[in-house]
């Protein structure tokens, strides 16, 4: 797509030479030379680019274009915003960097300085498009087999028990801890039922506060509350006929537990303020990573509903325990990764960076995974293989398997060619690890475990890229 540029400048004469030259580098070029016009072209056109002087009338002052690139990040906040300004105005220029614009030049602006950077900012732009394109993509292809990848025992024990559940209507529990792919199941459950062309409808219960989760889920009438400004169906309705996944069912409210056990039940709902229920066809996919059997126990969840919706219970394993996946699922994320990095040539992984990999217990799982090939293919920098170096500290901290050894002698020795600082963070990490795996990802218990502050249990995980 050809980019278009809006070139905003008082002067008819440098907006005459700038679109001149613009235009020869195959820009659509829009123009204005006052703050109303460039917001009406702004409207009008389709400019993504805007090159900016900030002397702009009525008063030739640099506020004048300062207060419209706010106006224009506000409007188009995606807008690459370049200002044009002279020495006296740098710090303004700076300040409106720092607020969103995508950059600045000095007066008199080089030619050649102004292409180069409005082709940056056009490859900035296409890379950003690229990314929206690609979550649009992945987001499309999670109900897909090719994203449930494995052949380990646990993990294909999964997948078959979910494709026989598949074309019936049991409810289903998704069980497992979190990133270990719970949503990817509950797609992949719903694009092999007969209810495959109907809505997948997701929600997270415990993003919610339990008011706000009660008129997501049941809907409401108009007025049953302050905010109420018109009717609202809620997501059982939206999800007629197809598949409801609630995902950290263990977060419910108790109040609402009740209210989802009554709709698994009777197959009806009752919208917040309404005098009648509605009849919905709704299968329930449910997801957790708490013990819900625990919360069971601890009067937190309520043993009727929990044998409703464990119709079919599908544990998923962690990623630790299906560490012969660990090389397929690698090169998978830095397969896909090759989208978000541009250029990246098809990329492998290094056998003593695959066993630094294979070293790691994965608290974030699958997901700790993704990200940790996407950082790595960014630090390769273009070269065809990720080594060792390119991975992040805790994994080079982490001592790497050594080849067709298990935990003993052999383990040992290799992590005598890590510094002690290396291994001190390997340890540090393994026990942060440890602690939340042992609470179930209780940041507060966990740090209490450790004897650290909560925020300073938060700050080492954020160190280790721990989730």
Known sequence: MTEAVLLIDDDPGFRDAYRELLAQEGYAVAEAGAAPKALAELRRSSARLVVLDLMLPPSGRPEEGAALAEKILAERPAAKVIVVSGAGETPLALRLVQRGAYDFLAKPVDPDVLLAVVARAAARLELEDRVAELERTLTSREGDASALLGQSPAFLEAKTLCERAAPTDVPVLITGESGTGKEVFARYLHARSRRKDK???????????????????????????????????????????????????????????????????????LPVGAARPLTVDVRIVSATHRPLEVMIADRTFRDDLYWRVRGIEIALPRLADRVGDLPLLAQHFLNVSRALVPRSPVTTISPSAMRRLEACDWPGNLRELRHEMQRALVMAGGRGEILEEDLSPARRGGAPAAAGAGVGAASEEAAEGATLEEKIAALERREIAAALRATQGNRSQAAARLGLSRQGLLNKMDRYGLK
């Open 199 to 269: 809505p997948f409808i997701a929600v997270n219960c415990g993003a919610l506060a339990e008011a706000l989760l009660e008129s997501t889920l049941f809907g409401h009438k108009k007025g049953a509350f302050t905010s109420a400004i018109k009717d609202a169906p809620g997501l059982f309705v939206e999800a007629d006929g197809g598949t409801l996944f609630l995902d950290e069912l263990g977060d419910m409210p108790p109040s609402l537990q009740v209210k989802l056990l009554r709709v698994l039940e009777t197959g009806e709902i």
